[in-house]
């Protein structure tokens, strides 16, 4: 998993509540991207960073917000979160001028 | 109309059978295409790169590409029931941003 970790792995929480997601990794990767997979819609992009303090919106970035306060950290947070967030949330990564994306293991969310 | 469309199976298969699948897509930009495969409860994982069209091939496994008809493939020969994943595509256009189809499911049968 090139040194990327997630934190919580799973979660179950409820409407409303806000939730945070943490990504960390050690390969000092400049590009950091969160995604959530569905059945059938694959993976779909939320957020994704360039850089320290630099993030830019995905195709589905509604109800979610991201920072990055050091290069090693993604955090992705729900701010009231709702059923339709329900999903497997996944973190990956990029080396600048690389194509792969490393990805994490994954978060499993279920809201009730 | 999704920018990618994948067969999303499941496709069932015996050991040593030859897995077909493949993607078709709509933006003509895309350039750079790829495979991923994903194991249960895992991440998923670069399996195959191509740029442009033509064939690329790695061991037993061989990524089509064919710009034309915007149309990708890949072909797994003698398929093992480690070959047991969901395999997703995934193409970008200069921007490096995926899109990703909704991946397929196969299972290699011993």
């Known amino acids: 998993d090139a040194g990327i970790t997630q934190s919580p792995r799973h979660k179950v929480t409820e409407t409303g509540t806000p939730v945070t997601l943490r990504c960390h990794q050690t390969?000092?990767?400049?590009?950091m991207y969160w995604y959530r997979q569905d059945p059938g819609h694959g993976l779909r992009l939320i957020h994704y960073s360039y850089g320290v303090k630099d993030t830019d919106k995905g195709e589905v970035s509604d109800g979610y917000s991201v920072s990055r306060s050091k290069t090693e950290d993604f955090l992705l947070t729900l701010e009231s979160a709702t059923s339709s967030q329900t999903s497997v949330y996944f973190c990956?990564?990029?080396?600048?001028?690389?194509?792969?994306?490393?990805f994490g293991p994954g978060t499993r969310l279920t809201v009730l | 109309q999704k920018e990618v469309e994948q067969d999303p199976g499941p496709l069932s298969v015996p050991e040593g059978a030859i897995v077909s699948l493949n993607c078709t897509y709509s933006n003509s930009a895309f350039q750079y295409f790829m495979w991923y495969r994903q194991y249960s409860r895992k991440g998923p994982e670069l399996l195959m790169y191509t740029y442009s069209s033509g064939n690329k091939e790695d061991g037993r496994f061989t990524a089509q590409v064919d710009k034309s008809s915007k149309y990708i493939s890949l072909f797994i020969r003698d398929s093992q029931p480690s070959d047991s994943a969901t395999y997703l595509c995934a193409m970008r256009g200069n921007d490096y941003k995926l899109s990703f189809g909704a991946g397929t499911t196969v299972t290699v049968r011993a």
């Open positions: 990956a990564t990029r080396f600048e001028g690389a194509d792969t994306q490393y």
């Open positions: 390969e000092n990767h400049r590009y």
